[in-house]
C-alpha cells in the first residue's frame, strides 16, 4: 500500500489491537486516499484466517472486483457541496442492515470535502451512535475542509509524504519492461534498486497494485487507479494466469524485504521470475 511508514504503524497498531474506529479519514491525494480505504475495506471483508487482505478469499475478489454486497462506494461530483444530505441518508439506513457475508459493513465515502454542511450533519449522526460491525472510510484533500464535530468522532491518517518524488513512475517502467524482448532496459530500471531497500519496497507496492489493477480489468473488473494507463497496457499484453502469477510475485517479493534478503540477489530473481512469466503462455 501507498502509505507513510507513520501512517502504517499508526493503522497496523489499531488493527492488531482490535481498537477500529467507526470512522477513518484519510487527508492527501485522491488516488492515493481511496487505494488505501479500498485496500483497508477489503482486508475488513477478508475471510480467510491469517493477515488480511488476503487476496484470495471470496470476499478478497469480489472486494477487488468492487462488486461485494457489504463495501459500498459512495461520493458526490467534483465540486465543493455536491455530495447531498440525501446520499447521506441513503447510506444512513443501510447501515442499520446486517452484514450479507462479512464480519462488517464498510461504507467508502470518496472526496468527503465536497460534503455539504447538512450531509455532514447527517453522518454525525451516525457516527454519534454507530451501529456495531459498520465502518466508515472517508477520503478528502484536506481533512479541515470537514466540521470539527465530525473529525473530532474520527481518526484523522495523513498520507500527503507517501511516496519520495523519485519514485514518480519507476514501478510503471518496470512493469513496461518486463514484458519487453529487450533486457537491458529492465536492467538499467532496476539498478537504483540494488541499494535502496525503501525505495525498493514502495517500487514493490506499486508493481503488486498496477498488476493486481491489470488482472482486475482482464477480469471485467475496475482499476483501483483507473487514471493509470500502466494496467491497462499490461492487461492487453498479458493472460490472466499471467496477471495473476506476477501479482503473486511481486507479493512475495515483498516478503523477502521484510525478512531482510540480500537484496541485489533479490531484484536479479524477481526480474527473471517476472520475465519468465511475461513471457509463458
Ligand atoms: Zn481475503
Known sequence: MLCPPAVRAALLSVYENDRIPHALIFEGGPEQTLALAKWLAQAAVCTAPGVHPCGQCPGCIKAQAGSHPDIT?????????????????????????????????????????????????????????PPASVQ??????????????????????????????????????????VCSSKESGLLYLTA??????????????????????ALALRSGGKALLPEDETAYKLAQSLTRAQLYQMTQTTREARGWVERNANTPLMVTVLCARLRSEAAAF
Open 136 to 177: 466508515f472510510l472517508l477520503t478528502c484533500d484536506r481533512a479541515s475542509s470537514l466540521l470539527a464535530t465530525v473529525r473530532s468522532r474520527s481518526q484523522i491518517y495523513t498520507l500527503t509524504e507517501a511516496q519520495p518524488p523519485q519514485d514518480d513512475g519507476l514501478a510503471e517502467q518496470i512493469a513496461l519492461a
Open 192 to 213: 537504483p534498486l540494488l541499494r535502496d531497500k525503501l525505495r525498493l519496497r514502495a517500487v514493490l507496492e506499486r508493481l503488486t497494485l498496477l498488476f493486481r489493477d
Open 73 to 129: 462506494l459512495a461520493g458526490g461530483g467534483e465540486t465543493g457541496r455536491s455530495f447531498h444530505k440525501e446520499e447521506i441518508l441513503a447510506l444512513r439506513s443501510d447501515t442499520f442492515i446486517k452484514p450479507n457475508e462479512a464480519p462488517c459493513r464498510v461504507f467508502i465515502l470518496q472526496n468527503a470535502q465536497n460534503l455539504s454542511p447538512q450531509a455532514q450533519n447527517a453522518l454525525l449522526k451516525v457516527l454519534e451512535e
